[in-house]
Nanobody, 115 residues
Framework: QVQLVESGGGLVQAVGSLRLSCASS????????TAWYRQAPGKQRELVAAITSGGSTVYVDSVKGRFTISRGDAKKTVYLQMKSLKPEDTAVYYCKVTLGTGDYWGQGTQVTVSS
C-alpha cells in the first residue's frame, strides 16, 4: 500500500521560504509522476507543480520562478522548495503520486503566509 507523508508546512511571513517534503517508504518516486497540489479555503484544489519519472517539471504560472519541485537522491522523497512566499500561497498542500494502480494522496500540510 502506498503511503505518503507530507511535512514542512507552517507559518511564515511574506517573502519568506519553506520547504515541503513528501516521503514514501519505498522509492516509488523513481517511476511515478509526483505532484504538489494546494487548496485554499473556499477554493478548488489546484495543481502547483509536478515532476515526471524522467525528471521533467511543470509549474502553475503563479509559482514559476518561486517554487521548485525536486526528488531526493534515494527517490523516496519529493520536495517543494517555496521562496518569496505571498499571502495568496496560503493553503493546505498535498502530495499526489500517480501509479498504474491509481492516484495516491498524502494527508496534507498547512502553509500560512502572513502579510
Amino acid at each position: 500500500q502506498v503511503q505518503l507523508v507530507e511535512s514542512g508546512g507552517g507559518l511564515v511571513q511574506a517573502v519568506g521560504s519553506l520547504r515541503l517534503s513528501c516521503a514514501s517508504s519505498s522509492n516509488i518516486f523513481s517511476f511515478a509522476t509526483t505532484a504538489w497540489y494546494r487548496q485554499a479555503p473556499g477554493k478548488q484544489r489546484e495543481l502547483v507543480a509536478a515532476i515526471t519519472s524522467g525528471g521533467s517539471t511543470v509549474y502553475v504560472d503563479s509559482v514559476k520562478g518561486r517554487f521548485t519541485i525536486s526528488r531526493g537522491d534515494a527517490k523516496k522523497t519529493v520536495y517543494l522548495q517555496m521562496k518569496s512566499l505571498k499571502p495568496e500561497d496560503t493553503a493546505v498542500y498535498y502530495c499526489k503520486v500517480t501509479l498504474g494502480t491509481g492516484d495516491y494522496w498524502g494527508q496534507g500540510t498547512q502553509v500560512t503566509v502572513s502579510s
